[in-house]
């Protein structure tokens, strides 16, 4: 539950960035650059999320399986 509670909040917070940036960019550059900007940062974003919310909730107490039984 911890994992997708992350999950969720980093995505808030990279939807967020993406589309601040791609204001900014519609401003500079047009309609059609925007999209394409946006676009790839949101998926870019929700990839980033997810890596983020596993490397998180990693246990940290985890050892390999060679290892416990030997």
């Known amino acids: 539950?911890?994992?997708?509670?992350?999950?969720?909040?980093?995505?808030?917070?990279?939807?967020?960035?993406?589309?601040?940036?791609g204001l900014v960019t519609e401003l500079e550059f047009g309609g059609h650059v925007s999209l394409i900007v946006f676009l790839a940062l949101y998926f870019l974003f929700l990839w980033i999320a997810w890596l983020l919310a596993v490397w998180l909730t990693k246990p940290k107490d985890a050892e390999p399986q060679s290892a416990r039984s030997a």
Not at 7 to 16: C, E, K, R
């Open 1 to 21: 539950m911890v994992l997708i509670a992350y999950y969720v909040a980093f995505m808030i917070a990279g939807d967020l960035a993406a589309y601040a940036i």
